[in-house]
Every structure is written in C-alpha cells, then in structure tokens.
C-alpha cells in the first residue's frame, strides 16, 4: 500500500468509528492535529472540529458506511478519490441496486509524517433532507 493509500484507508476508518473514543483515536491517527476539512455542508479544523463533524454525519445516518470507491490517484503531497456512503444491507434505505444516497469525491493533502493535512470535499449526490453537519 502507497502513501496515499494509506492515508485514505485511515481516513475512511476515521468517517467510520462509531464509539466517540473510536473516533477520536482514528481522527488522531488520520489527520495532522491543525488538519482540516472543508465540504459544502461543513468547515472543520483541529481533531475537535473534524470528530464532532464526524459525529454528526454518523448522527444523520446511523449505520452507514462510507465506501472508498474507484483508485487513489496521487503526486507529491496531494491524492483524489470518490466515495459513497451506503445504507446497511438489508435495511429500507438500501434498496435494490438504487444508488447510494451520498456520494462524493476529496482532494486530499498530506502532512510529511503521511497523516492529512487538509481535505477538501465534493458532493456528487446528497438526500434532499441532508443538513450542514
């Protein structure tokens, strides 16, 4: 696994920790501590910021997971990857090959020590009902 691999395995562990310690310990390990992240809906900076946006992600939709979808395509510091956020199988919200009801992509950068210094996120497909975290 590359660099950049690396990065956005332990970013998506970080987006799906579901016990708030679990979260906080995958956010430490994912982003450098002045990391941030920045999508239409949120604006977050410092491990604080980016767990309670985490949190209130998890919030909105309990038990989705997010899914790295695609390659990691990276040069020198920075890396871009697409993503969905899927129901749980079996549940209502799964429906039968329907698309996932958030999808996106991030442009990430990395910090020298290979956690992420900045994050920045685009929505492809997001619920009508979705608020800013």
Do not use: C
């Not at 996932?100 to 009902?129: C, E, W, Y």
Request: glycine share 10%; net charge negative; charged share 25%.
């Amino acid at each position: 696994m590359n660099r950049y691999e690396s990065a956005v395995a332990r970013y998506f562990e970080a987006w799906n920790a579901e016990a708030p310690e679990q979260q906080e310990k995958s956010v430490a390990a994912a982003w450098a501590l002045d990391g941030s992240y920045t999508d239409p809906l949120a604006d977050a900076r410092g491990h604080e910021e980016l767990a309670a946006v985490i949190a209130a992600v998890r919030e909105q939709f309990p038990g989705f997971t997010f899914v790295h979808t695609g390659a990691v395509d990276g040069h020198h510091d920075t890396a871009r990857f697409t993503w969905e956020l899927r129901a749980p199988r079996g549940s209502s919200d799964a429906g039968d090959g329907e698309a996932a009801p958030v999808a996106g992509s991030d442009v990430i950068t990395l910090a020298g020590d290979g956690r992420i210094r900045s994050v920045l996120g685009f929505l492809d497909r997001v619920p009508g009902g979705a608020s800013p975290a």
